[in-house]
């Protein structure tokens, strides 16, 4: 068995596998596996295979009920989403997250309500009642 890896991230489909992980609370491999077939189809060894690779990055824990391994999160969504946003922010924006929400904010896709929203959550963060 390969020892935990040290990268925090998860790949693009790891993050699939992963999201239907959170939202379900884990299951087997065939739970997990009609989950992820409502979106795209996929062959039972090859979910098997990644829900395995997850598990040994520390991403899932597993125990066994009967004669199949159910696999849980071993880590928080939120705990995720911070990791990610922490590694984004350093990578791409010199670690400063003021520079990370400008271009968030700048994004033309982003709308007035969404830059409300925003705001009241900064408001919130900064106990301003102001808005």
Do not use: C, H
């Not at 739970?31 to 996929?42: D, F, G, M, S, V």
């Not at 700048?106 to 009642?129: F, Y």
């Amino acid at each position: 068995m390969r020892k935990k890896q040290d990268n925090p991230l998860l790949t693009e489909v790891e993050l699939e596998f992963m999201t239907v992980v959170w939202e379900t609370g884990g299951g087997t491999v065939r739970e997990i596996l009609a989950e992820l077939n409502k979106r795209q189809e996929r062959a039972y060894t090859s979910v098997a295979t990644v829900l395995k690779i997850m598990e040994q990055k520390g991403f899932l824990t597993s125990e066994r009920a009967d004669r199949s391994l159910v696999y849980r999160p071993a880590v928080p969504k939120a705990d995720y989403q911070k990791t990610t946003l922490k590694n984004l922010s350093s990578k791409l924006f010199n670690g400063a997250p003021a520079a990370l929400v400008a271009r968030l904010v700048d994004d033309e896709d982003v709308t007035d309500e969404m830059l409300v929203e925003m705001r009241a959550l900064l408001n919130e963060r900064l106990g301003d009642d102001e808005r």
